[in-house]
């Protein structure tokens, strides 16, 4: 077996694993607006319609850019998770480097997050809780109770992937689960015809509602299959991405 072989056979069940709650984190922040860490939270989405339209080639792909076309205060309100993927894996490969092992560890942790943000197609619209199509709420449903309620473990999807640069990779994410965000809306728009008028009302909540079942059971139902390929894509993601790193830092020993 060839030495690359090997680092998959260790580099996805460590993907798998550090995936686990990865999309618990920011979900919260996003829609509860308390807590805020102001300097994190708009590292794991993009409303990438707010900046461009559908297949967003406008984009910049230099921050600085990015900052000068919008400013401070827009890209901390539309995020900028592809930059972040970047800037940490550039951190990444300079840790990895130096043998400084236990941070780059940490680090691979954090762009974890960030890829499977990624891959939740509600992280990439402004749209991201149907508050502008009357699916209220519908982010924190699919994200959390589905996930919590129906995925028992998360199977990888897909193959390990040549990364160009770590920002066109997350681009190309944005881009597929952009496409994907319909799906999503129209499930929670029929499943919510299942409920009353009150009871739709409070699903743009935390609660963990007692109606809720067949609310669930139809969005699964018609998503549960696109939930869970998004999530073992993701997994697959993050190792691609790991190893572009470790070979950009001249594929150093691992312990
Ligand atoms: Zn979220």
Redesign the pocket.
């Known amino acids: 077996m060839k030495r690359a072989n090997i680092i998959w056979l260790i580099i996805v069940p460590l993907a798998l694993t550090s995936f686990v709650g990865a999309?618990g984190y920011?979900?919260h922040r996003?829609i509860n607006y308390m807590d805020i860490d102001s300097e994190e939270f708009h590292r794991?989405?993009i409303d990438a319609d707010y900046y461009d339209e559908y297949p967003f080639t406008k984009i910049p792909k230099k921050y600085e850019e990015l900052i000068s076309l919008y400013g401070e205060d827009k890209i901390r309100k539309y995020g900028i998770a592809p930059w972040a993927i970047n800037e940490t894996c550039e951190r990444i490969i300079d840790l990895l480097k130096k043998n400084q092992l236990e941070e780059a560890i940490y680090n691979m942790g954090v762009v974890g997050h960030y890829i499977a943000?990624l891959h939740?197609p509600?992280?990439t619209v402004i749209n991201?809780n149907g508050q502008f199509s009357g699916n209220d709420g519908i982010?924190?449903r699919w994200?959390h109770r589905l996930v919590d309620e129906y995925v028992k473990k998360i199977k990888p999807v897909g193959k390990i992937e040549t990364v160009e640069d770590p920002w066109s990779f997350s681009m190309k994410i944005v881009k597929e689960s952009f496409k994907l965000h319909h799906l999503i809306l129209e499930a929670d728009t029929k499943a919510r015809k299942l409920l009353t008028k009150e009871q739709a009302d409070r699903l743009n909540s935390y609660d963990v509602l007692s109606f809720e079942k067949p609310y669930l059971d139809s969005l699964y139902d018609d998503t549960g299959n696109l939930l869970n390929e998004r999530m073992g894509r993701a997994v697959m993601r993050l190792a691609s991405l790991w190893n572009y790193c470790w070979e950009q830092a001249g594929r150093p020993k691992l312990p």
Do not use: A, I, Q, S
Request: overall charge negative.
């Open positions: 999309w920011d979900g996003r794991h989405f943000d939740m509600l992280h991201y982010h924190k994200e």
